[in-house]
């Protein structure tokens, strides 16, 4: 296993400054700052496509859409992503501490196929009102219940792990609606392959 730091990427984040030049980089939101956990995006310098997942969830395979299409990561609140060649956490891994603006510097872009993510190791839960990513925290049921139902409705079943970390976290962090799931559910190839 490979162990990468926030000071064994600086001389990749300085070089992927200087190549993004006047690209603009998708922000991650704001009330994400204070929270534990880590957010994967589709393109170098946090830009494109993104997801994340919360301290302590693991990802067997990506949403459908991100496999093998990870560029950036980014951390919040101390944890610790492992990020694994093939799925069910097969394969080559590497642990990575901190931020890493562009994958391309390292053998891992559009090469990750599954992730685990730690929290700090010093329990610090990322949230000032005191456990965002407890089971009691209203926001997160009712997006579960949404995503269940949108599942439900469009293919049948009820979600996979990675299906409802990814379209949860559109929810909470996004706004998106009963509707938009539905919608980008019928996007999927699962989808596409039965009303073929």
């Known amino acids: 296993m490979l162990s990468f730091s926030r000071n064994s990427v600086a001389t990749g984040v300085i070089f992927a400054f200087a190549v993004a030049g006047a690209a603009t980089a998708q922000p991650v939101r704001s009330d994400l700052d204070r ?51 093939d799925e069910s956490f097969h394969g080559r891994s590497a642990r990575f501490e901190g931020d890493v603006p562009d994958l391309r510097h390292t053998s891992w872009n ?21 456990g ?37 976290n559109r929810i909470i962090d996004d706004g998106w609606s009963q509707s938009d799931v539905e919608h980008d559910l019928r996007q999927s190839p699962e989808y596409l392959d039965r009303v073929k």
């Open 35 to 85: 929270r534990d956990g880590a957010c994967f995006y589709e393109n170098p310098n946090y830009g494109g496509k993104s997801f994340c997942v919360r301290p302590g969830e693991s990802l067997r395979a990506m949403p459908h859409d991100m496999k093998d299409h990870v560029s950036s990561l980014r951390t919040f609140g101390g944890a610790e992503v492992t990020l694994y060649r």
């Open 110 to 130: 559009d090469h990750v196929s599954s992730v685990r993510v730690e929290g700090d190791r010093y329990g610090y839960r990322g949230d000032e009102r005191g």
């Open 132 to 168: 965002y990513y407890g089971d009691n925290d209203r926001s997160d049921g009712d997006a579960s219940r949404t995503v269940r139902r949108a599942y439900h409705e469009v293919l049948g079943h009820e979600p996979d792990t990675p299906g409802m970390v990814y379209y949860r």
